[in-house]
């Protein structure tokens, strides 16, 4: 009698412990998941919102340039739009991926102006927002081991910088092309295309271009 409680005893425990093992090893929910991501979600967000504005705007100056007859500048900043607005797709869609929601900023007051000033007042803004920025979101999604985010980060702020090298170079006399990488919105003078995105492998010859 006593040996068949034990028995009993025993497979409680065993069936005590495979339970337990059972639910440390399921996936975790959803809402788990999404809230170990949340630091995540919000630099993307940040910075889906920080893209989508510029994308506005940039749209807005490429209006103005072109009620102006300025051809070039016109070019330049649909470029920029076009790059801007993907990069915030790409965003989105890495938020919905970490189970989060995209919510883009609200439409706000564009800047008006001569094109002239529009390029000079967006190459400060460029140039302020890339050094406020720095790279802190990339290191979070780095440290956290979250390279998707990671990269969706880094051709960001790769488009940022290749943005300014763009309205700086426009003060140059030459008539410039563009070409933006349909699928990370990396930025190019025609003159000096690679063969392939050298961020996310695209063959050129998809690149989308403003000439
Ligand atoms: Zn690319």
């Not at 790409?90 to 439409?107: D, Q």
């Not at 063969?195 to 998809?206: A, H, I, M, N, V």
Request: proline share 4%; glycine share 6%; net charge positive.
């Amino acid at each position: 009698m006593r040996v068949r409680s034990m028995l009993i005893l025993l497979l409680f425990a065993v069936a005590a412990g495979i339970l337990v093992w059972l639910r440390h090893d399921a996936p975790k929910p959803r809402n788990a998941q999404k809230a170990s991501w949340n630091e995540i979600i919000a630099d993307l967000n940040a910075c889906g919102r920080r893209k989508h504005i510029k994308a506005m705007q940039h749209a807005h100056f490429a209006e103005i340039a072109a009620s102006e007859n300025r051809p070039e500048a016109e070019r330049l900043f649909r470029a920029l739009a076009f790059s801007e607005r993907l990069q915030e797709q790409n965003c989105a869609a890495a938020i919905r991926r970490l189970g989060g929601e995209y919510r883009p900023p609200r439409p706000g007051t564009l800047f008006g102006g001569s094109t002239d000033g529009n390029l000079d007042r967006c190459i400060q803004a460029e140039r302020r927002s890339y050094h406020e920025h720095r790279d802190a979101e990339i290191r979070r999604a780095m440290t956290r081991g979250n390279r998707y985010a990671a990269r969706t980060l880094v051709w960001a702020s790769a488009a940022d910088l290749k943005s300014i090298f763009l309205l700086e170079c426009r003060h140059g006399s030459r008539e410039c092309a563009f070409a933006v990488c349909p699928v990370c919105g990396n930025l190019y003078v025609t003159e000096y295309l690679d063969r392939y995105c050298p961020f996310c492998l695209t063959d050129g010859e998809k690149f989308v271009r403003f000439e």
